[in-house]
């Protein structure tokens, strides 16, 4: 993966990621906000990957549910956010895959192995975030009161 910061100011950075054949998606962007700090922002993303997996929350498990797909697809959308779970950037994201037949498939990102490539734009929220596990539905969710103006510690 190849970064490069494309803009600053007041404290805030939006940051070009360029991901290469056979890295994997979620890890990657996950291990670059761990290294930039990263503690509030958005995410969108295009590309193509060759394997993907994809979850949904089942409600009455109380769990993702996961199907993985293996064939060269269309990232024709992947938007996200990252926000502090436990002290640790968290990566949380939806995508779209467009597959030979122009279906369409999406879900929760869990795992994308790139092909050819795919182009991520990080842009820093101007609060940054944090998540709270949701006693009703043991999810981690963002909460806005939670959340702080300026970098956490």
Known sequence: MQTR?????NGLRTYLL???????AF????????????????????GACREATLGWFDPE???????SFTE???????LGDIALQDDRP??????????????????????AVVFP????????T???????VDPETGLALIAPHASSDGPAD
């Open 5 to 9: 910061k494309i803009f600053e100011a």
């Open 18 to 24: 360029v991901l290469a054949e056979g890295d994997e």
């Open 27 to 46: 890890a990657e962007i996950s291990a670059f906000a761990r290294a930039e700090r990263v503690t509030g922002a958005g995410l969108t993303a295009v």
């Open 61 to 67: 498990a109380a769990d993702y549910r996961a199907t």
């Open 72 to 78: 060269q697809m269309e990232v024709l959308s992947l």
């Open 90 to 111: 968290a990566l949380h994201a939806h995508i779209v895959l467009g597959r030979r037949d122009s279906s369409a498939i999406g879900g929760h990102l869990l795992r």
């Open 117 to 124: 490539t795919m182009e991520v734009i990080v842009t820093e």
């Open 126 to 132: 101007p609060t940054h975030l944090r998540k709270r």
